[in-house]
């Protein structure tokens, strides 16, 4: 599907589905939203973790970090004389979430240019470390500003519900289209390069790490965006919402959609999602039936529902079919 397509659908859902929400009860529609933050955040770290052959495990400390600065910037208009409690001010909203996202990108900045030298199992633990140390960071931190509680420590910090089904599927449709359009256009090749062969890369001229730190600060930017819109879609959030098993759970949705495959993750997203809160009704039996599931799944299928490969034989029969005159035999 060409990038530019994905607004179109967006639009598409979003139009289609404002008709149904107000028959739909107010929790079916809670967890379709946060299906949608969920692909957003997938996507983001696709970007990390499928197109650049990075293996991060940080990226619940980026979604902690565009969360908390935006909860912060809406508080404290709402405190303020804003109209933003009442729901009246959607730009101070839209700021908030992109000055999230600033900061999750300035972080992933930091993280990235002293440890992107790093590959493979050793990034991993850089970055797991890193989310652990935002987490904490978090957690000991507690003050007010004119008897108004900010970030709450351990004890969690209240957030205005201001997420709606509108911002939360227009975010991802531009998540999408700003990941496929990257990684499609001239200058994308060089994260696919760095995935495929990194020291053939370097060889050819490719700085290898540069690619890798900009990766990290697109899918830092828009998982801080994603946790804008998981802070403002909850009353409150703790530091727990942000702890090592979110980051693993974005992951598994990265490696089962199919590495490096955009509309894999997004199918992973919804199924994985979906099938976690089905498994509620068994509470007993959740984590186990959950787990197996997983590891059926692996064991069947170690390229994701829709791996790269997939992908591409899918888009060469399309191509195919299209235009058949291609693949028609010459006649001698």
Known sequence: MKSYRWLLFAIAIIIGVSFVTPFINDYIVGRIMYIGIMISLAVSLNLIN?????????????????AYTSAVIT?????????????NDPAAF???????????????????????RLRG????????GFNEIIRVIIQNVDFKIGGVDYIGGARGFSV????????????????????????NSTYGRGFLAVRD?????????????????????????????????????NYVITPLDFGFFTSIEIVVIVILGGMGSTVGVILAAIVLTT???????????????????????????????????????????RGRLRHPELTAPIES
């Open 75 to 87: 508080t404290w208009v709402s405190t303020h004389g804003g109209q933003i409690a009442g729901g």
């Open 50 to 66: 499928g197109f650049t052959g990075q293996f991060s495990l940080g990226h619940a400390g980026f979604m902690a970090i565009g």
């Open 160 to 183: 205005l519900p201001l997420t709606t089904f509108t911002w939360v599927f227009i975010i991802a449709a531009i998540t999408i289209f700003c990941v496929e359009n990257l990684v």
């Open 197 to 233: 062969d990194e020291i053939a890369a370097e060889a050819m001229g490719v700085d290898t790490t540069r690619f890798k730190v900009r990766a990290f600060v697109v899918g830092a930017f828009f998982a801080g965006i994603g946790g804008g819109l998981f802070a403002h879609s």
């Open 121 to 128: 199992d050793y990034l991993a633990i850089v970055t797991l």
């Open 94 to 116: 839209a700021i908030a979430l992109v000055v999230g996202g600033v900061v999750a990108a300035l972080a992933g900045l930091g993280v990235g240019i002293p440890s992107l």
């Open 275 to 317: 099938l976690s809160e089905l498994l509620r009704s068994v509470p007993e039996f959740r984590m186990i039936i959950y787990s197996l599931l997983l590891i059926v799944m692996m064991i069947t299928r170690p390229q994701g529902l829709l791996g790269s490969e997939v992908m591409g034989r899918l888009m060469r029969r």
